[in-house]
C-alpha cells in the first residue's frame, strides 16, 4: 500500500490548503497522553509508556502553536487526549486559546467523569461545545468497557452539568462493539428523541492494542442503522454545528439527530479538515500513519514554525490505510489516545 502524490501546491496567506486541495482550519489538541479510564477499545489495561512533563508542551506552547497556526487560516478547535479533564486546570489553557485572534471556536472532547466541578468554568473560559464518550447505558458494562467502577454514575453528573451550564450541542460519542453495546444501539438513538442531544455512533478503528476486539467485535454503522430504522423511520439531516465526518440522521420531530461515523466501512476521508497536535508537539496531518512533524523543539529554539506547518501541509496524505485486523495502517499506534482520537 502507498499514498498518492499530492496534486496541489499548499498554499498559506490566511488559508491553509493540502496538496490534495483540501481547506484545513481545524486543529484537534491533544493536552495529555494520560487518562483516568481504560476503555477496551482505545488503551490497553495497564495503561502505556507515560509521556514525561518535560516532553509535554505547555499551555502556552500550546497557545503560541495555536497563534501561528491561526495566523496561516486555523479557525477552530477541540481539546481531546487521553483525558483532558485529566491535565491540570484545564480552563487555563482555553483561557489562552480563546484570546487568540482568528479562533472562532473550541470544543472539547471528554469521557466527562471529571466534567461536572469545572463545566461552567470551562463555558465561561470559551468552551462552547462538547463531545460525551459514553458506550453503555448499563451500569456494569459502562464500567466494564471502561474497566474503572462508577463510570456511568459520573458520566451522567457530567452530562447534566453540560446542559446546565449550556454547552450546545452536546453529543454522545458511542464505539460500536458486537457483543458489548450493539443491543443498546435503539436505547442509545432514543435519547435523540426527547432531548436536543446528538447520538454518533462510531466504528471501532484497529489500533496495535485492540486488533482482537477491532475485528471480532466490529459492528458497521449501516447495521446500527438498520437496527434503529426498525424502530421509527429516519431521515436524513443537516446535523448540528460541528467539524466532524459524521453523516447524520434524525427520528420524525425528534429533538436531537443519530450521527455515523464510518471510518472502516465508507471512507470519509475526503472531506478531512484537520490537523492533530499531540501532547508532546507532533503535529500530525493523519490520525493514523507515520508522518508527523516536531513542532516542540523548533518552538523551544526559536526557529519559525510557519515552514514546518506547511510543509506538513504538503505531505498531508490523501486517506488512511486502516485495514480490519491489522496494525499497519494505524502505522504502529498502539492506542488512540497517543494522538487524541
Ligand atoms: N478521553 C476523551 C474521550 O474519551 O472522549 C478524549 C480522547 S478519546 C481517544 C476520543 C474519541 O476517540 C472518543 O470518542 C473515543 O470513544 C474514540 N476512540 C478511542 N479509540 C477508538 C477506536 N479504536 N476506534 C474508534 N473510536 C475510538
Ligand atoms: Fe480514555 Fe477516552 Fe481512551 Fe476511553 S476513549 S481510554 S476515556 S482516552
Redesign the pocket.
Known amino acids: 500500500m502507498s499514498y498518492a502524490m499530492p496534486r496541489v501546491r499548499p498554499s498559506s496567506n490566511g488559508t491553509m490548503v493540502d496538496g490534495f486541495g483540501r481547506r484545513i482550519e481545524y486543529l484537534r489538541i491533544s493536552v495529555t497522553d494520560k487518562?483516568n479510564?481504560r476503555?477496551v477499545?482505545?488503551m490497553p489495561e495497564d495503561g502505556l509508556p507515560w509521556l514525561r512533563r518535560s516532553e509535554i508542551l505547555t499551555y502556552e506552547e500550546i497557545a503560541e502553536i495555536v497563534r501561528v497556526m491561526a495566523d496561516m487560516g486555523l479557525r477552530r478547535l477541540r481539546l481531546?487526549?487521553?483525558?483532558?479533564l485529566a491535565r491540570k486546570d484545564l480552563p487555563r489553557l482555553v483561557d489562552l486559546l480563546a484570546a487568540v485572534p482568528g479562533i472562532e471556536d473550541i470544543a472539547l472532547?471528554?469521557?466527562a467523569v471529571l466534567l461536572a466541578p469545572v463545566a461552567k468554568r470551562l463555558r465561561d473560559a470559551g468552551v462552547s461545545r462538547v463531545?460525551?464518550?459514553l458506550?453503555s447505558l448499563c451500569a456494569d458494562r459502562a464500567d466494564a468497557i471502561a474497566r474503572r467502577p462508577g463510570t456511568l454514575a459520573r458520566v451522567m453528573e457530567g452530562l447534566d452539568a453540560a446542559h446546565a451550564v449550556g454547552f450546545d450541542p452536546i453529543k454522545i460519542?458511542v464505539?460500536l462493539m458486537r457483543g458489548h453495546n450493539d443491543d443498546e444501539v435503539p436505547d442509545f438513538a432514543e435519547l435523540s428523541r426527547d432531548r436536543p442531544l446528538h447520538v454518533r455512533f462510531?466504528?471501532?478503528?484497529?489500533?496495535e492494542s485492540?486488533l482482537e476486539l477491532?475485528a471480532t467485535n466490529f459492528l458497521s454503522c449501516d447495521e446500527a442503522l438498520s437496527r434503529v430504522a426498525v424502530v421509527d423511520a429516519l431521515e436524513p439531516v443537516p446535523g448540528p454545528a460541528g467539524n466532524g465526518p459524521a453523516t447524520y440522521f434524525s427520528f420524525p420531530g425528534a429533538q436531537g439527530t443519530i450521527g455515523v461515523i464510518t471510518p472502516m466501512s465508507h471512507n470519509f476521508c475526503s472531506r478531512c479538515n484537520r490537523m492533530r497536535l499531540t501532547a508532546d508537539g507532533q503535529l500530525r496531518p493523519c490520525l493514523f500513519g507515520t508522518i508527523q512533524t516536531p513542532l516542540r523543539d523548533a518552538l523551544r529554539h526559536g526557529e519559525a514554525l510557519e515552514p514546518l506547518i506547511n510543509e506538513t501541509l504538503r505531505i498531508k496524505p490523501e486517506k488512511h490505510l486502516l485495514v480490519q485486523g491489522s496494525a499497519e495502517g494505524s502505522g504502529g499506534l498502539i492506542?488512540?489516545?497517543q494522538t487524541?482520537?
Open positions: 487518562c479510564l476503555c477499545y482505545c481531546t487526549g487521553g483525558e483532558p472532547s471528554t469521557n463531545n460525551i464518550s458506550d460519542n464505539v462510531i466504528e471501532v478503528m484497529p489500533t485492540n477491532s492506542a488512540l489516545s487524541g482520537g
